[in-house]
């Protein structure tokens, strides 16, 4: 799964994204790529209230790290703020929507032609090219 990118779903079943981003009990956390996914890791959390405590979000945000996106039914402002300063795309999607169809979704974009979040994520992943020097050195670069 070499263009693979990491996303999450808020999640206490594996089957539907049920929570809101500040109070989920738990995420599912898959990579995927334009053929397959693979689940990575399934991570379960305390009993968490949406009362506005910010120190709630740093270990969600911890578990998210290297993700290209989180979906969810809701986010607060604060945890967007937070998520996309760490390059994380937040997702909310409605009430129903199943993990596999999500991913589905997400795979039909990435043969289609991605978004700019998604394409952006792929990029990121595949890290700078080598050949990235010799088109500075063709447009006559130098130091």
């Not at 969600?60 to 790290?65: A, G, S, T």
């Not at 999607?93 to 596999?100: L, M, N, S, Y």
């Not at 088109?135 to 670069?141: R, T």
């Amino acid at each position: 799964m070499e263009t693979a990118i990491k996303v999450a779903f808020a999640t206490t079943d594996m089957v539907y994204v049920n929570q809101h981003f500040g109070s989920a009990k738990s995420f599912a956390v898959y990579a995927v790529d334009p053929e397959q996914s693979e689940l990575m890791e399934a991570a379960q959390f305390g009993e968490l209230a949406q009362d506005g405590n910010e120190d709630k979000l740093s270990v969600k945000i911890q578990l998210l790290e290297g993700c290209a996106a989180v979906y969810c039914l809701a986010i607060g402002a604060s945890a967007v703020k937070q998520i996309v300063a760490q390059g994380i795309q937040p997702i909310k999607v409605q009430e129903g929507a199943t993990i596999k169809d999500l991913i589905s979704d997400l795979q039909a974009e990435m043969k289609a032609g991605p978004s700019s979040w998604l394409a952006k994520a792929i990029n990121q992943h595949k890290g700078p090219s080598p050949e990235r020097f010799n088109a500075m050195e063709e447009e006559g670069w130098d130091e």
